[in-house]
């Protein structure tokens, strides 16, 4: 990370509610040209938005909430049986219009303050997640361009190199939905959108053989609400 965490509160926030404690950890990029004007944004009382956290390209990170507050970042969708997902994350925006590269100081950044905050709370890697995981049918953040299989080599986050032939839209979405995807408040290719903007970012076309292979393993290896209570 370059330098300290610099603070920049946000007044759009509030308490976490029912008492509920951070265990996920959501990533977004910005959608904005550079740093200063989403902070800006993240900051107006009017625009109603914020996270936790902005990096920028360069690695700068600001603060706009503190961790035990609810920022409000996540909007509308689910994870598992979690569907006030702003009280129970950590949101961080990374700065980046989603049409670029996540340069490697923003990454370096992004670790160490991943690293950070999942010690404090005791989120596992499973339980970090896209914006788009959370809500296929809004969301694409942060999108084909971010290094996810990196992030899983340092233990920040899963993923699944399986491989298949076999083929079949139910037995997908059924292990989607042990993963975490809301199988029940999306389409079947709005879930398979989102799996390939996280797992296979250069995959295109109808279901295969390969995303069938890799959801049933991640639901295997990382079932959603095993340890999970409902929020």
């Not at 920040?156 to 190199?161: Q, R």
């Not at 995807?181 to 279901?207: K, Q, W």
Request: charged fraction near 20%.
């Amino acid at each position: 990370m370059t330098g300290a965490i610099r603070s920049r509160p946000s007044p759009n926030h509030g308490p976490r509610r029912d008492g509920a404690r951070p265990d996920l950890i959501v990533l977004h990029y910005t959608a904005m040209t550079t740093a200063e004007a989403a902070l800006d944004r993240l900051c107006d009382p009017a625009a109603e938005v914020s996270a936790h956290y902005l990096i920028a390209e360069r690695g700068t990170v600001w603060q706009l909430v503190p961790e035990s507050l609810r920022a409000w970042h996540a909007g509308a969708g689910r994870w598992g049986r979690v569907s006030d997902v702003n009280s129970r994350s950590v949101g961080i925006e990374l700065a980046n219009t989603g049409a670029h590269p996540f340069p490697a100081p923003q990454m370096s950044a992004l670790r160490a303050l991943m690293a950070g905050i999942m010690a404090r709370w005791s989120i596992p890697p499973a339980r970090v997640i896209a914006h788009s995981d959370m809500a296929p049918l809004r969301k694409s953040d942060p999108g084909r361009r971010f290094d996810w299989r990196g992030l899983a080599r340092d233990g920040l986050t899963v993923w699944s190199d399986a491989t298949g032939q076999r083929t079949n839209m139910g037995a997908f979405l059924r292990d989607a939905g042990l993963f975490g995807y809301d199988i029940g408040g999306n389409a079947p290719e709005a879930v398979l959108t989102a799996f390939r903007l996280r797992f296979r970012p250069s995959a295109d076309g109808p279901l295969d053989g390969t995303d069938c292979a890799r959801m049933a393993d991640l639901a295997a290896r990382f079932p959603v609400d095993r340890t999970t209570p409902t929020a």
